[in-house]
């Protein structure tokens, strides 16, 4: 058997611990050297005793799967098709969202504000607006109804209104963080998920991941995720026939004139950069579950997500790194990856604060390595705009 003959097949479940039937049509992207297979068995010892030093076998409990992979972040090469990958995204808790483009006129009583729903006044269509808007295009995510050609649309908040021009156009898709109590609409973020090793597989149920996004200058982004469920199923089985693999020919993205900012300032020397999304997952177990392992699937336990960089350090006049933390003050962060449509990625966070700083080298030249947290007050930590 060999490592490298491996497979990552992946599916959004329609009950939340219920095993999905995995297909071809669900191997969502190539896999990469380094995935890491995790049976976590418990074993309890019965602690039975007897009039001899021998001890009785013990027995197997609480039965769990963990699954490592990455792969390469690359797009769907049309504005109104998702990322193949989106399964996995939303299995970070992430929430997909369909964005749309309309083309308006002036706006009186502006910007749009991120967030405000707006309303038309001939189609009663609404949606949320995505990202502030002060010209055109207006973007936003759809609610209700479709918004027509010459209706005004005003905003709930900010009581902006513009006229139509048009009527809207796809603009991609846009991945927030969510909550959910994993019922009713908002319970689709488990995934069923299989991977093969040659002619083995190991299976798992109600998984939930973490997510860890990896920025080299030049390079393509790296996805790194864990997915942890129930340990479903196991046994010998081929991986299955592909001629080609989903977006196998859309050329990724590279992290090249990214336009990185913290707020107005645009730092330099960039060379690698993490994001991390940290969601805990681990078993919500259940003795009363019908699936006879305890395990009804993963559930979450978030923190702030996390970028870490090590930018050249600058006098305090250009930025000042660390008064900027002892302040506490709070700054946007915003970058780009450039590729083609459907292939390009925008990340936008409001509310990012610096926690950490420290004072390094990188071949003679000073750097500050940083952290900073990313925050917010309606799960709105970050966004992240496929299109």
Known sequence: MRTRNRQLAVKT???????ETLTSADVVCLIREGDAIEPDLERYETGEVQPYSSQRPGLVGRRMLGLAVSYILRGSAALATPTTVHPLLTAA??????????????????PFVDGETITGG???ATGRVFRACSATPLRYIVLTGTFVTSEVITGGTSTAHATSSAGPTDGGFAYE?????????????????RLFEDGFFWEGR?????LILNFRNGHPVQVSQRLVGSFNAKGDANPFTLTTYPEQAVTPPRFLNTSLKFGAYSPTDIVEMTMTVETNPEAREDANSTAGDGVLYADYLKAYPVLRVEPAMVTAATYDYFGTLIAGTTFAVTWKLTGSAGSNWDFFAD??????????????????PIEIGLFGIRNNEFAIWQH
Not at 13 to 19: D, K, Q
Not at 177 to 193: E, I, L, M, R
């Open 206 to 210: 109600g998984m939930l991941s973490n």
């Open 13 to 19: 479940e329609t009950t939340p611990g219920s095993i």
């Open 93 to 110: 808790m992430l929430t997909k969202s369909t964005v749309k483009s309309i083309a308006i006129g002036t706006i009186t009583g502006g």
């Open 122 to 124: 001939t189609s009663a």
């Open 177 to 193: 963080p969510a909550d959910s109590t994993f019922s009713g609409a908002a319970s689709k973020h488990h995934v069923s998920a």
């Open 351 to 368: 509310e990012a604060q610096l926690i950490s700083v420290g004072a390094g080298d990188r071949r003679g030249l000073a750097v500050a």
